[in-house]
């Protein structure tokens, strides 16, 4: 019996070696894309146990921490490695990000960073002092900061007749903007532009941009004030210009609340902060306009979606996209971010067309139901207020989760329909702690250290299906 025992425990010691050794195995490969060298002095640690496989993930990841300036604090081919990994990942949470969607556009992507929105992200899980909610709340420009990057010497998109001009301005399309053959009102007498270039290289960490680049526009021949193609319009990873250029609609036209509101900025908010895809509110939330002649908007099924979308879209209501220059001149073009001033305040309300729509304040409304089922029916004045309202919620700290919960566990959170989980599962219950303890502690690297230690991330009975 004595010797039975003995062999049970040797076993389970073996197991348990072996399974610590897999579990740092797994987590490496995930962080840095590569595999573990076979004379690995971490091995030795984890086999000693001298240190948990848990704790080496953490500190593998902890490698690549930022600095003050948002720079990585040892540069090496490793922490290089995963951070570029991390921002990979990041990258991938976002459903639009071809900045270049015309060929006319193919400037844009050397004076807007077109991965900004995700950069925060990878800032709050490798900075010590920045929470989590700096994702929607924070006023910063943030761009890559780049390893090489004196060493592009060409535009990184080609333009509409297949060239890739050199972007020191000596190539035959230059920093020069306006044009006068299609519209002269629009474009402008034309001019050379001096603007700061997005860094090409290495990603070796991220910098804060003091100093914006502003573009002076032209509209049916008035001048405009200028706009900024680098500085975030409100607070937030969705206030910033890519985010903005992306996700809005209706080019070179003001909104009018009818037809033309920016409906795609409405409804990717919800796929890319809270992991929901619309309808998001039930048949008793909705209420048609029966007065209203546009079609969509009088009928329940085409509201159990423009409920939602439409109030929200009011937020971007004084937001215009413009081409920025002369496509058939050798001239650099590109899309950019108008913002007319609002002149009068106005609570929002469903109307079919109000032509001066665009320059009204707006009181616009987050109306959904949450991932437990509850109705949020909240009020925002402003667009700079929807970080504070939005960090105030479990739905986008349980968004964040579920996303590195996938990239982890290989398991997918279906949040749409967390409310028809088991209310006995397991699962249910550790993603709702998870929530609690993240909009708590605001440390996203926390939150990656809890799934590794729990038994969803090594399972000897192979994956764990979703409860």
Not at 86 to 111: C, M
Not at 433 to 457: P, V
Request: proline share 2%.
């Amino acid at each position: 019996m004595f010797k039975v025992l003995l062999s049970f425990l040797s076993i389970s010691s073996v197991y348990a070696a072996d399974l610590n050794i897999s579990t740092y195995i797994k987590c490496h490969q995930q962080f840095t894309n590569q595999r573990v060298s076979s004379d690995s002095k971490v091995l030795l640690k984890i086999r000693s146990g001298e240190v948990s496989s848990q704790k080496a993930c953490i500190n593998l990841l902890e490698k690549a921490s930022l600095n003050k300036n948002l720079q990585l604090k040892e540069q090496n081919p490793k922490t290089i490695a995963i951070l570029k990994n991390i921002q990979s990942l990041h990258n991938s949470w976002f459903k639009l990000y071809n900045l270049n969607r015309e060929t006319q556009d193919h400037g844009v992507t050397n004076v807007t960073d077109a991965d900004q929105m995700a950069y925060y992200y990878t800032v709050a899980l490798l900075s010590k002092d920045i929470p989590y909610s700096s994702v929607f709340t924070s006023t910063d420009t943030i761009w890559a900061k780049r390893k090489g990057s004196e060493e592009n010497i060409y535009s990184n998109d080609k333009d509409i007749q297949g060239r890739r001009s050199k972007i020191d301005g000596t190539g035959l399309r230059k920093w020069l903007v306006g044009g006068v053959k299609d519209n002269p009102d629009d474009y402008g007498d034309e001019y050379f532009w001096n603007p700061t270039l997005v860094e090409f290289g290495e990603l070796i960490g991220f910098q804060r941009i003091k100093e914006h680049s502003y573009f002076k526009r032209l509209k049916e021949g008035k001048k405009l004030d200028q706009s900024s193609l680098t500085k975030n319009l409100f607070p937030g990873a969705f206030g910033s210009v890519p985010y903005l250029i992306l996700n809005l609609g209706h080019d070179n036209e003001k909104t009018d609340g009818g037809y033309k509101i920016h409906r795609r900025f409405a409804s990717n908010f919800f796929s890319d902060f809270l992991c929901r895809d619309l309808p998001v509110i039930e048949e008793r939330d909705i209420h048609p306009q029966k007065e209203s002649k546009i079609s969509f908007r009088n009928q329940k099924s085409c509201m159990a979606c423009h409920e939602t979308m439409d109030q929200f879209a009011s937020l971007t209501s004084n937001l215009e996209i413009f081409n920025a220059g002369e496509v058939h001149t050798n001239a650099y073009v590109f899309r950019g971010i108008y913002q007319y001033k609002k002149s009068s305040n106005s609570n929002y309300q469903y109307t079919d067309k109000d032509p001066d729509f665009y320059q009204k304040k707006h009181s616009s409304r987050l109306y959904f139901r949450d991932y437990l089922g509850k109705l949020v029916n909240k009020e925002i004045s402003d667009s700079n207020r929807l970080g504070e309202v939005i960090k105030k919620l479990d739905d986008p700290y349980l968004c964040t989760i579920s996303r590195y919960f996938y990239f982890l566990t290989g398991i997918r959170i279906d949040l749409n329909n967390f409310t028809s989980m088991n209310k006995e599962s397991d699962l249910r219950d550790f993603l709702i702690k998870l929530t609690k303890d993240l909009k708590t502690n605001q440390s996203t690297l926390k939150t990656i250290e809890e799934i590794i230690k729990s038994k969803y991330y090594i399972s000897s009975n192979g994956p764990i299906s979703n409860e």
